[in-house]
């Protein structure tokens, strides 16, 4: 019986793009030689639907110096709950390989526990100086649910 783990880079990380998300978490948690070559994968694509978890996100790019390749992965963030257009900047800055944020704004949403005190001292970790940044073009799509009557 061969490995999976034998089979080519190249061709595994084709059989990858296939598969969704949890599927690759999974693959990835096999063993080290796919998760090494897999987990930057996982974060090509990240839906949030609670708020909450958007603030473990920002620590982790924020806070942690070997996050780096991550913050390069993320291509696509999709959010089920409404931000502040001025988190929107910061996290297009954490995620400079972004190229697509979806924010839909359903009727019912959970309380967000990013305070505007908490998008304040995230703005200031990731503009210390207020220096300009080079803009790129990036699709933003908001979504707002209707709720019928």
Do not use: G, W
């Amino acid at each position: 019986m061969s490995r999976f783990a034998n089979v080519p880079l190249e061709i595994t990380r084709c059989i990858a793009s296939y598969l969704p998300s949890h599927s690759l978490l999974e693959l990835c948690c096999t063993c080290k030689s796919l998760q090494a070559a897999l987990l930057l994968d996982l974060y090509r694509q990240i839906h949030l639907s609670d708020p909450q978890r958007l603030v473990f996100l920002l620590n982790a790019l924020v806070h942690s110096s070997n996050i780096f390749d991550r913050r390069d992965a993320i291509h696509t963030l999709i959010l089920a709950f409404p931000i502040d257009t001025l988190l929107l900047e910061v996290l297009a800055v954490l995620c400079p390989r972004a190229t697509r944020f979806d924010i839909s704004h359903p009727a019912q949403h959970p309380p967000s526990p990013l305070t505007s005190d908490l998008v304040s001292q995230y703005r200031a970790q990731v503009f210390p100086d207020r220096t300009q940044f080079s803009v790129r073009p990036c699709l933003v799509c908001f979504i707002t649910s209707i709720s019928p009557l």
